[in-house]
């Protein structure tokens, strides 16, 4: 069973910087696609990034590309997202998500279907 807890979220001046973790045990580290998600008050759910187990291919979306690394600590069993130069439109509720499969990039999107998620951690960030 896929299990996901994060941490690390918080309140955060723009500018800030923030690392996310996602403490994730019971997935299958050579085929699978772990990623995190972001969800603002009234907004849709949004992915921010994703890596593949298996070979470290990573993955970000415009929102945060050049601002967010997504990483893999083998030796904490964590994926960890850092992001730089926060802004208030950063502000969400962030969760770890996990697919049983590698992940898939159609016309540069993330397709995966992802079955197991955490319960999420707050990110404020204020101007």
């Known amino acids: 069973q896929v299990h996901l807890v994060e941490s690390g979220g918080g309140s955060v001046q723009a500018g800030g910087s923030l690392t996310l973790s996602c403490a994730a045990s019971g997935y299958d580290p050579r085929a699978s696609c772990l990623a995190w998600f972001r969800q603002a008050p009234g907004k849709d759910r949004e992915i921010v990034a994703a890596?593949?187990?298996?070979?470290?291919?990573?993955w970000y979306a415009d929102s945060v590309k050049g601002r967010a690394t997504i990483s893999q600590d083998n030796a904490k069993d964590t994926v960890d997202l850092q992001i730089n130069g926060l802004k208030p439109s950063d502000t969400a509720m962030y969760y770890c998500?996990?697919?049983?499969?590698?992940?898939?990039?159609?016309?540069?999107?993330?397709?995966?279907?992802?079955?197991?998620w955490g319960q999420g951690t707050q990110v404020t960030v204020s101007s």
């Open positions: 998500a996990a697919e049983a499969f590698h992940c898939t990039v159609v016309l540069g999107k993330i397709v995966n279907t992802f079955a197991y």
């Open positions: 890596i593949r187990t298996q070979g470290g291919y990573t």
